[in-house]
């Protein structure tokens, strides 16, 4: 991007999280969890796979790609016997996209297999991988997710889920583990609840665990519940134990499920995503009003917050950018020049509806600035007679530790430039963006009293976790942009 800080091709493309889903008690789980996954496909896409229990053995497929090009063959689905299982869709926070990575992770033990699925990034795994090595560990895949089945070997003489626990309070950062043994799924929280996760049940009492209520929905599981910060909940033939691996936890679930991540008709905490992104759009609109004709929203994600800044202001709603459905995200390209040229075969805008017009555009978020430059600039070519900018979430200034692959401030056009410049770069005719406090606002997770429940970090710095491993890189991008600011 032109004008844009040299540090910012220092980081590969921005990826989300995961999505775990698992089924205990079920006679056709495996094909259960493939429809849950297919509810959760929007949580990653460089890979998938399943693992099932018929009591005594475990049966596993992964690979790469969508759901549907992982499980390509039919027979692939009908070998996972049992009427339990878990399953994922993966993007690679941490760790290669090759089919080692692809989880869930299946391990044999003498005393028992056991496959293990994870949401989210572990902020120490860089030194407790190092440490498990030279205790004789052996990996085998590059994500921090296997470390977990290491410091449960370590501790396995006491027993597995004290063995678990154990290993719990020993990983740092937003997790959301599934695990299957033959015979019992396990689910696991982080002790802030920085990931969602969430349990149903079906009508003849199986058991469901999912990242997301949208994919309860789809195999028609009621909602029952969602897995507290610090929780351990053990479904086995007996039903459901609710357990804690630690009673210092506290709330803080990410932002960016409501902003971005999680589908709009998931409910997270009580909080329907597209009400709350409603809400976001009418404290925009309060915020940083514009003076245009009508407003139009970034197909998908944004859609909501459009629809509630132009009904706030009383301004037409219009569809004036298309989406082409089957065209991967533009971040997980690898270079800015193909991110670039994804942008407009991502996004199309409609020469009919804006040609002429002052136009409010509404985003959710801005991470480099590449997709809202090449959108502006799409609208103008058109004939857009002015294009307001008006981004649905605070400025991303800080960098997200806990699952979103930007692990330094190098990349967020935010962390570099004020609004104004952003402006610039951007080519918008003006830019605004909502508030944390308005966001807070917005989302209003229920029930907890002054502290809001949420990880704003992204926007205001302040973690609820300590950073570990990242620490001293976090500190040293803090410290170099004090320096060049002192400088300029």
Known sequence: MEGVHPLFNEIKSLNEECGIFGVFGAPNASQLTYLGLHNLQHRGQEGAGIVSSDGEHLYQHRDRGLLSDAFADPNDLKKLVGDSAIGHVRYSTTGRNSI????????????????LAHNGNLVNAVSLRD??????????????????????RNHIKDGFISALKQGLNEVHGGFAFLLLQKDRMIAALDPNGIRPL?????????????????????????????????ELIIIDRDGMKIDHFTEDTHL????????????PDSIIHGVTVHNARKRMGRLLAREAPADVDMVIGVPNSSLSAASGYAEELHLPYEMGLVK????????????QALREKSVKLKLSAVRGVVAGKKIAVIDDSIVRGTTSKQIVRMLKEVGAKEVHLRIASP?????CFYGIDISTRAELIAAHYSVEEMRKIIGADSLGFLSVDSLIKAINVPDRGDLSGLTVAYFNGKYPTKLDDYEAGYLASLNAQERRKRKE
């Open 100 to 115: 080692q990575n692809v989880q869930p992770f299946l391990f044999h033990f003498l005393d028992g297999d056991v496959a």
């Open 252 to 263: 803080a679930i990410c932002s960016m499920e409501y902003i971005y991540f999680a589908r």
């Open 198 to 230: 969430c349990i149903g049940q079906l009508d003849n009492g199986a058991y469901v665990v999912s990242s997301e209520t949208c994919a309860l929905d789809i195999i028609g599981a009621k909602f029952v519940r969602d897995v507290q910060p610090g």
């Open 395 to 399: 400025p991303f200034k800080f960098p």
């Open 131 to 152: 440490k498990l090595e030279k205790q004789g560990a052996i990996f085998q895949s590059s994500s921090d997710t296997e470390i977990l089945i290491h410091l449960i």
């Open 324 to 335: 082409n459905q089957y065209v991967a995200r533009t971040f997980i390209q690898p270079t």
